[in-house]
Nanobody
Framework: QVQLVESGGGLVQAGGSLRLSCAAS????????MGWFRQAPGKERQFVAG????????YYADSVKGRFTISRDNAKNTVSLQMNSLKPEDTAGYYC????????????????WGQGTQVTVSS
């Protein structure tokens, strides 16, 4: 079993930056793919970024490509999401997820989920 806890959310002005972190416990996640999703009120959960177990080949939703960077530290059992040039449309709850499927962009491919952290971007 894997427990995931996100942190780093908050309120930021448009154009600003935030760094989200996800700490895993219960078992090592070094063999799992990791991802970040987001969900705004009234909308479906949306893929944001993913990274393979090795940390190589990160992949992103088109809406965040060039602005967000996902990374992981397997020694610390953590994954991070650096978010730059934030826009009001980035406002959502952000969720960390872990799973065994490589290159997964659908939420059903991820088995473990955190509780989420809120990101609000003001205009």
């Amino acid at each position: 079993q894997v427990q995931l806890v996100e942190s780093g959310g908050g309120l930021v002005q448009a154009g600003g930056s935030l760094r989200l972190s996800c700490a895993a416990s219960g078992r090592t996640v070094s063999s799992l793919s990791m991802g970040w999703f987001r969900q705004a009120p009234g909308k479906e959960r949306q893929f944001v970024a993913g990274i393979s177990w090795s940390g190589g080949n990160p992949y992103y939703a088109d809406s965040v490509k060039g602005r967000f960077t996902i990374s992981r530290d397997n020694a610390k059992n953590t994954v991070s999401l650096q978010m730059n040039s934030l826009k009001p449309e980035d406002t959502a709850g952000y969720y960390c997820a872990a799973g065994t499927t490589a290159w997964a962009t659908h939420s059903y491919a991820y088995k473990y989920w955190g509780q989420g952290t809120q990101v609000t971007v003001s205009s």
